[in-house]
């Protein structure tokens, strides 16, 4: 079963409109963390936002934020403002393990695309 | 301060053959792991090595092997190459010591086989 669900596979958006980029998981551990990164067609992955399972508040970087609804294991990419630079793929990971035994593991992405 | 360094950036290889990759990290860093993206799988983990041990490792067969140097420096290697294995490898560093830390993520390697 997915682990992470990225529902949308792209997204077209107007230049200037906030954006909302899904993404659901799924475990049963209580302890986990949840990241954003964003791809561009270079290929490195950048790290945009991270979001703990204990954190009490939604975790906020810059023109990102995170809406974190724990009881239903949504993350969900807010993206303020968006610019023609934000056009590149999105990824959801999820950091399931304890200690140093851990591994991401990653949604299937969401490509997003700003338009002028 | 650099960021993580994979070399090479591409390389074509025929099937059997074998593979080398190479990934320097951030200076400081002693964490580095090693991610396989394809079209069909999307990105999947397959190892993290730290102060030069294998610490986690992913579902991969052992024709996938890693290393790691006392300069935090890594390779990958896979063996009897198969198509299956083109793909983009990307390696990650940090510092090893939370697991809320960020990755940061080199440019990757796009490997072909042919």
Known sequence: AQKITQTQ????????EAVT????????????????????????MIFLIYQGSYDQQNATEG????????????????????????????????REGHGSNY???????TKLIIKP | KAGVTQTPRYLIKTRGQQVTLSCSPISGHRSVSWY?????QGLQFLFEYFSETQRNKGNF???????????????MNVSTLEL??????LCASSLGQATNEKLFFGSGTQLSVL
């Not at chain 1, 591994?103 to 299937?108: E, F, R, Y």
Request: aromatic content about 14%; proline content about 5%; glycine content about 10%.
């Open chain 1, 9 to 16: 596979p792209g997204m077209f958006v107007q230049e200037k």
């Open chain 1, 21 to 44: 980029l899904d993404c659901t998981y799924d475990t049963s551990d209580p302890s986990y963390g949840l990241f954003w990164y964003k791809q561009p067609s270079s290929g490195e």
């Open chain 1, 63 to 94: 023109r990102y934020s995170l809406n974190f609804q724990k009881a239903r294991k949504s993350a969900n990419l807010v993206i303020s403002a968006s610019q023609l630079g934000d056009s590149a793929m999105y990824f959801c990971a999820m």
């Open chain 1, 103 to 109: 591994q991401l593991i990653w949604g299937a992405g």
């Open chain 2, 36 to 40: 396989q993206q394809t079209p069909g």
């Open chain 2, 61 to 75: 067969p052992g024709r996938f092997s890693g290393r790691q140097f006392s300069n935090s420096r890594s390779e």
């Open chain 2, 84 to 89: 299956g294995d083109s793909a983009l490898y």
